[in-house]
């Protein structure tokens, strides 16, 4: 064979390697999911009255408001607790749980919370029609249910399977919209439920993954105390092995080490002792003198290691407790979820109550606005990779590496918005008349506010990544809360309802990334804000030392980040 032929097969499988990288299936997914939301939308504009899409674009707002607002945070809770569980070696059934415990608490109040308020949402909102507030409640559960999943699946570093659910989420949202259409049904509720179901399907496709079932098989074995040391390992938590699991660099793991030293983890606050002494077995059992070792013997050992291992994670964090920073962070998405839906959520019922032609322009008014925001979901995703790599580099006192990842990431959201404000000039009342069969025409002076208040939401939660990484959990709800009453000052203006609705997408979002730009901007150029922050927590080496868990010796293991992810 020569030697031609003998390298061929290492370059294809050095080209499909990079082509099945988290990367670039990241990006696939959130293609599909982005091109799913327009679809969704273009085909209801078409199969469905005026009044029928004003009352479902009521409830598609409604279910990203309430939906992303109460349990994303939840999901970026998850993806660190199980990412620092999955680094230090140890199995991740325990932290799940402990988040699924916290989100069940929270689904159960805001659950309370609607119902008493349901006669409001049905009246203003829904158009009276109480099936779509059922609908509302499945579309709620099926979100929470794809948060929660898919922050265990980035946890893990299993972005594949991650990336899989939003191209499932994506079909399973294209193909019956279609259908509904094609069939000319003209059911509001169909619409709906193709809508708040297709998150639940894509949650039921990331079970499957490898990365679940180590997870749970591990926690089983532990439970049953029959499991051999290395079986609590993180090893079988990765969605691959072999040339795949070697081809993350050096500062990718660093980065998983790291973020096993930072992060808050809320599971461990119910662990039971039997549970806390997980980590331990497996250095007691390399140092065992001789087979003649009593059980009682190695459960003392076991638990004494425990305890010291879990000794340094009891000490005050920066920034406030682990459930504060839940409660802050949740708090924080609510309003930011309430700021990114305000407009439509406030004009539309204005809208609504006028003539036919404030009924056309509303319909106009929401099917731009989902237009505007599909960038969004391309980010929120994306959060998931970055986050801990701004958590490593913040605990390794590398505040000049925060700033490079967030600057660039801010200069790239800025041009995407430029880039955004140059399409809709040149298509976007094309595009809102033919692909989304709108009848009231929008200035392209107004579309071009839309897409500028997008640009700034994206570099608000870029900012926020950097700011949670920081242990900044505070000022992350400040800053969204002071862009919420700027929004709110602007829509109490005696003004025509686009023109609130413009100066108000401006308004709120160009506050919240002021704030947060300067916050950040203070934050890692302070010297004493160094010493006092990330850097100076137990287990940090410093900028040029390594990043070790204290007590988990040479039980810790850095986890493989996904390769391919970094922005």
């Known amino acids: ?64 408001t309430i939906g992303t607002g109460v349990l994303a945070g939840l999901e ?57 507030l059922l609908a509302l409640f499945a579309g709620l559960a099926a979100t929470w249910a794809s948060f929660l999943v898919r922050g265990v699946l980035a946890g893990c570093q299993d972005f594949r399977f991650y990336s899989g659910t939003l191209v499932v989420q994506g079909v399973a949202t294209i193909v019956p919209s279609l259908v509904l259409t094609l069939a000319g049904s003209g059911h509001l509720l169909g619409y709906a ?3 708040a179901l297709a998150p639940v399907v894509a949650a039921a496709s990331g079970l499957v993954s490898p990365a679940l079932r180590h997870s749970w098989r591990a926690t089983a074995a532990v439970a049953g105390s029959s499991a051999s040391p290395g079986s609590s390992s993180a090893s079988g ?37 039997s549970a806390a002494s997980v980590a331990a077995p497996s250095a007691d059992t390399a140092s065992a003198p001789t087979a003649t070792t009593t059980a009682t013997e190695a459960t003392t050992e076991a638990t004494t290691e425990a305890t010291t291992t879990t000794e340094p994670e009891a000490e005050p964090e920066p920034g ?23 407009v439509p959520l406030i004009i539309g019922p ?59 990431l801010v200069g790239a959201c800025l041009a995407a918005g430029a880039a955004g404000i140059a399409a809709v000039v040149a298509a976007g009342p094309w595009l809102l008349k033919t692909y989304f069969a709108t009848e009231a025409p929008l200035s392209r002076t107004f579309l071009s506010a839309l897409a500028l208040s997008t640009a700034f939401l994206m570099t608000a939660f870029v900012l926020q990544s950097a700011q949670v990484a920081l242990d900044r959990h505070r000022v992350v709800f400040g800053s969204w809360l002071v862009g919420l009453v700027a929004m709110g000052v602007v829509f109490a203006l005696p003004l025509a309802p686009l023109d609130a609705a413009g100066w108000a997408g401006i308004a709120g979002p160009l506050v919240v990334t002021v704030v947060a730009a300067v916050d950040v901007t203070l934050v890692t150029r302070s010297g004493a804000a160094g010493a006092a922050g990330p850097a100076g927590r137990v287990g940090s080496a ?5 990043v070790v868990e204290p007590g988990d010796g040479a039980a810790t293991r850095p986890a493989a980040v996904a390769e391919g992810v970094r922005s």
């Open 193 to 195: 439920f193709v809508f």
């Open 76 to 132: 970026q809770e998850m993806t660190r607790t199980v990412a620092r569980t999955h680094a230090a070696g140890r199995p991740v059934g325990a932290a799940v749980r402990g988040q699924l415990r916290q989100a069940a608490g929270l689904a159960a109040v805001t659950v309370v919370i609607l119902v008493a308020a349901s006669p409001l949402l049905v009246s203003h909102w829904l158009g009276g029609s109480w099936p779509l």
């Open 237 to 273: 938590f990765s969605s691959e092995s072999g040339a795949d699991g070697q081809a993350a660099d050096d500062e990718a793991a660093k980065a998983a080490a790291a973020l096993a030293g930072t992060q808050p983890d809320l599971a461990a606050l119910e662990l039971s002792p």
């Open 350 to 408: 204005r809208l609504a109550g006028g003539d036919e032609l404030s009924h056309q322009l509303n319909k106009s008014l929401s099917s731009s606005m989902g237009l505007s925001r599909l960038a969004l979901l391309c980010l929120f995703p994306l959060q998931a990779p970055l986050l801990p790599l701004l958590a490593a580099a913040a605990v390794r006192g590398d505040f000049r590496e925060v700033r490079r990842k967030t600057g660039f």
């Open 1 to 64: 064979m020569s030697p031609h032929s003998a390298a061929r097969p290492s370059a294809v499988r050095s080209v499909l390697s990079r082509l099945t990288a988290p990367g670039p299936l990241l990006a696939v997914g959130l293609g599909v999911t982005t091109v799913a939301a327009s679809v969704w939308i273009a085909t209801a504009n078409r199969g469905l009255s005026v009044e029928a899409t004003n009352a479902l674009y009521a409830f598609y707002f409604l279910v990203g």
């Open 542 to 546: 410093g900028p040029a030392g390594p």
């Open 320 to 342: 406030g407790s682990p459930r504060q920073k839940l409660v802050l962070l949740t708090l924080a998405t609510l309003v930011s979820q309430l700021l990114i839906n305000a």
